[in-house]
């Protein structure tokens, strides 16, 4: 994971008094900004986050957290099972009703399309309707699936507006550690 700092989304662009013209953002802030905005199609009562697949500069696929299609979703049935049974967040999805953002962004996409891209994460809480002061981060499920979907990383930004790139290698070597099948020497994680 790294960081770098970039402007927050709540940072309007700065015009240039010598140029006339606003200064661009970055793409990784573009995307990012299309993925908060994506975010707000989730139908979580905790937390709802929005997922962008982009490859070679073009978005593949979004996706946000929701029931399964046909089904109610938690903002109609103002029913949140997880919290009424006091569940911790990062807890017991399969009593979760949604189906998590970065799932449906790999659904809606080929993995042909996915191979090598980048995934643009943004959730949001929501109790205060802001976006995640640490950024996103995939459950341990959802980190699976982009494994399988061929991605190379998964980007995000924290409430200081600090760019964090996840590593997908990373997660297949923790995944391999978490289940004894290589040491912390054979990763060079020694002394971590």
């Known amino acids: 994971m790294s960081f770098s700092k970039g402007p927050s989304p709540a940072r309007p662009a700065r015009s240039s008094a010598s140029s006339g013209f606003m200064k ?5 802030d573009y995307y990012l900004n299309i993925a908060l ?11 709802n986050y929005g997922a962008v697949i982009v490859n070679h500069d073009e978005i593949i696929s979004t996706g946000y957290t929701g029931a399964p299609r046909g089904t109610l979703n938690c903002s ?5 099972a997880r919290t009424n049974l006091g569940v911790p967040s990062g807890e017991r999805y399969e ?3 949604s189906v998590h953002a970065e ?3 790999v659904i809606h ?6 191979l090598g891209g980048t995934m643009y ?6 109790e205060d309707g802001r976006p995640l002061q640490a950024g996103a981060e995939p459950c341990r499920l959802c980190k699976r699936v982009i494994i399988n979907a061929g991605l190379d990383k998964v980007v995000t930004r924290n409430g200081h507006g600090d760019l964090i790139t996840h590593e997908v290698r990373d997660w297949v070597t923790q995944e391999d550690q978490d289940y004894g099948m290589l040491s912390s020497s054979e990763t060079g994680a020694e002394g971590a």
């Open 103 to 105: 799932m449906n962004a």
């Open 37 to 47: 905005e994506v975010s707000r199609r989730g139908t979580c009562l905790r937390r």
């Open 109 to 114: 996409a080929s993995r042909r399309e996915t």
């Open 24 to 28: 661009r953002i970055g793409k990784d």
């Open 95 to 97: 009593l979760c009703r």
């Open 121 to 126: 994460l943004m959730g949001v809480d929501m």
């Open 76 to 80: 109609d049935i103002r029913y949140c």
